[in-house]
Each structure stands twice: as C-alpha cells, then as structure tokens.
C-alpha cells in the first residue's frame, strides 16, 4: 500500500514507476533480466510488412477470396508513388503495393522481381527523433537525413538494407 | 435479456452465438459485412517473418544492440535444416535464420542473396487440415502433400510463391 503526501509525490512515483517499467522492458534480452539506463527509444511491435505486387486486384483476391483475409479497399497514394491495399492479421497487417505514376519507389524492385516479393518490414518506434539520433551515432545508414513522413501520416526513416543484412527495415512513429 | 429452460437450451444458444461470431469476423470484408456460411478454417495473426541471414551473430547485435530488441539465444534445428534467433515484437516476431548443415533448405537463398533477405512470412490458421482440402480445391499449389511438423513443433504447410505473387507463405497450425 502506498499513501502520498500532495499531488507532487503522486506524479513523480508514476514517472519513476514508468521509467522503471520501460527500462525493464527493454532490458529483458537473451532470457538475463537487465536495467538499461538512458534508454531514450524503444522498438514496438511490427508495423506492417510490405509486399510488391505485380497485380493488386489478383492479389486482393488471394488474401480476401482464397485465404479469408480481412482486407481494405484500394488506396491511390499518388505522393508516395503506391497504391495500397491492407491485409489485417492480429494487431499487425501485410500491406500489399503496386507502383502509381513514373517515379514510383518500387518500380524497380518490380522490375527486378517482375512476379512481386517481399519488399520490407515495418516497426514502430516511441521516439523516432531519439532513434535517428542514436541510429546514426551507431553508424548505421538512414536513407534520408531527417524522417519523413509516410504512407500513414507518421513520421518514418527506413534503414539502409546494407546495414541490416539485406532487409529494408522502415522505422515508424508509433 | 435472454431465459433458458434447460442446460440443452443453453449450449445450443451458445454454440449458435459462436458460430455467429465466427462467421461474422470472417465476413468483414472490403467494408462490407457479409455473412459466410460453411468457412471451415481462417486466417490469424501474423506468427513469425523469417529473415535470412549470412551472419547470426552479427544480426543478432543488430536487433539487440543496435535496434534494443528483445532476442533470443540461438536454437540449432538440425532436423530443419537451420539455426534460429527470435525478435520478439508486440504479438508477433522476426525469426533470423541460418543454414545449418548441408541439406538446409535456406542454402541457395543464401548464394542467391549473399547479403541477406526477406524469405518468408507465416500466417497462423486455426484448422490446417480443412485449409489444406480447401486451398487444393482452390487451384493453390502446396510444397508438401500434407502439413509437416515445423520448427515450433506445429503442423504447417508452405503455399508456392508462383501462386502467391511472388511471395513464399508458409501457413501454421495456430
């Protein structure tokens, strides 16, 4: 049982509360419980993972009509050079894209993979500010000098795949 | 408000609710709700998106270290032909695979993609063995006759990528 004094004492027992909590959380690796200090960023859970589709209404389709899926309808995102289509599974979703206009990010990923692929993961982030910050003094490369802000309105940086064994990893603002 | 006159009355209104609610989460389709009948099996969440990678231990330092994941320790699988670290992320996770042994069957995606890639997704079902029936009678080409014991010790099956767009989509027993 706790009792606080004022109002004060109450507030910095929850921030000392979270604080130790986030920290735990984080420090839970390899089955060792450790306190990581000065923990300004943490990963969440996966955002979505995007596959390149050469035809997005075939591939509507399968994830709606043969496998049962849960699926949105189509997205013209013409600032970002997509089209969209949502597959929800669990607290995550496959986003499955197909190039819009001449300067589509993906055209060549499909051009090279002309029967589509996986094309990169998402992972939410708490503090995409910190994470940029901590990212480059860790020498690994971001493919745009500040975030961006992406397909869903949030503030995004992807991760070079040279830096992450071959994997285009995006980072998003949770 | 509902009244019962026996225990039978009870268990008939349940298992209708049930089947109900079934139906109606998997009829939620492209905004409109419609009522399937006779869907035996269904999607899940995401379990797992497998990675390869030339280095483990070197992936492993990323996702711990560099990116503050929370990481296994590494697990051999020699009757699968590869070693595993897992990422846990929100209800998901990222599985890091390597060859292990001569057999592995993640051996020519590694000389394909010396770096590195995205080599598969698996979606959990909640009925393999009615998704099998009905996945062959949908025309969708299965990599092995029947389910096979995966490496969570679960029945799973792997679709070909030339019938998912280009994507390999292993399916597992939730």
């Known amino acids: 049982m706790h009792t606080f004094r004022n109002i ?3 507030l910095t027992y929850c921030k000392l509360s979270n604080l130790l909590q986030q920290n735990l959380a984080a420090g839970v690796h390899t089955g060792r419980l450790c306190l990581k200090q000065n ?3 943490h990963l969440g859970k996966i955002n979505h993972v995007a596959l390149v589709s050469p035809d997005l209404d075939k591939s509507t389709a399968l994830y709606r ?3 049962g899926g849960d699926v949105s309808d189509k997205q013209a995102l013409p600032e970002h050079g997509v089209t969209t289509v949502f597959v929800k599974l669990g607290d995550t979703k496959i986003e499955l894209l197909h190039p819009l206009g001449d300067k589509s ?3 060549s990923f499909l051009e090279k993979n002309k029967s589509g692929g996986m094309h990169h993961i998402c992972i939410e982030v708490d503090n995409i500010e910190e994470a940029v910050k901590d990212l480059k003094a860790k020498k690994i490369r971001i493919l745009s000098e500040e975030p961006r ?3 869903h309105g949030k503030p995004v940086i992807f991760l070079h795949p040279k830096d992450c064994d071959g994997v285009l990893v995006e980072l998003e603002q949770a």
Chains 1, 2 share one sequence.
Do not use: S, T
């Open 105 to 107: 990010p993906i055209q």
């Open 39 to 41: 923990k300004l960023w």
């Open 65 to 67: 009509d043969v496998l």
């Open 8 to 10: 004060r004492q109450i």
């Open 149 to 151: 802000i992406g397909a």
